[in-house]
């Protein structure tokens, strides 16, 4: 069982920065891969990033490649998000989840066990 918790959301200005931050509980976040996926009001929930478990691999959705920056501390049982170059598109709940070894493809939904509650971001123009 792992629980997650994110924080660092808030409101920005368009070309700002933000840092999400998801917390783990227990002792097996090094065992599983994390992402980020966002969801703007309206939409399915579309993955962001993701990163393997010890962080050699990342990948990106198009949308945010150069712009956004997965990484983690397994020491800290904590994954980030580095957000800048913000526009009012990347306005969403963003939510990160676990994604156990041998699961399915990093982007889709299904391939994650456990979520977090999410942090609103929202970017004005």
């Known amino acids: 069982q792992v629980q997650l918790v994110e924080s660092g959301g808030g409101l920005v200005q368009a070309g700002g920065s933000l840092r999400l931050s998801c917390a783990a509980s227990?002792?097996?976040?090094?065992?599983?891969?994390m992402g980020w996926f966002r969801q703007a009001p309206g939409k399915e929930r579309e993955f962001v990033a993701t990163i393997s478990q010890s962080g050699v691999s990342t990948y990106y959705a198009d949308s945010v490649k150069g712009r956004f920056t997965i990484s983690r501390d397994n020491a800290k049982n904590t994954v980030y998000l580095q957000m800048n170059s913000l526009k009012p598109e990347d306005t969403a709940v963003y939510y990160c989840?676990?994604?156990?070894?041998?699961?399915?493809?990093?982007?889709?939904?299904?391939?994650?066990?456990?979520w977090g509650q999410g942090t609103q971001v929202t970017v004005s123009s």
């Open positions: 989840a676990a994604r156990p070894i041998y699961s399915g493809p990093y982007y889709r939904r299904t391939s994650y066990d456990y």
């Open positions: 227990g002792r097996t976040f090094a065992s599983y891969a």
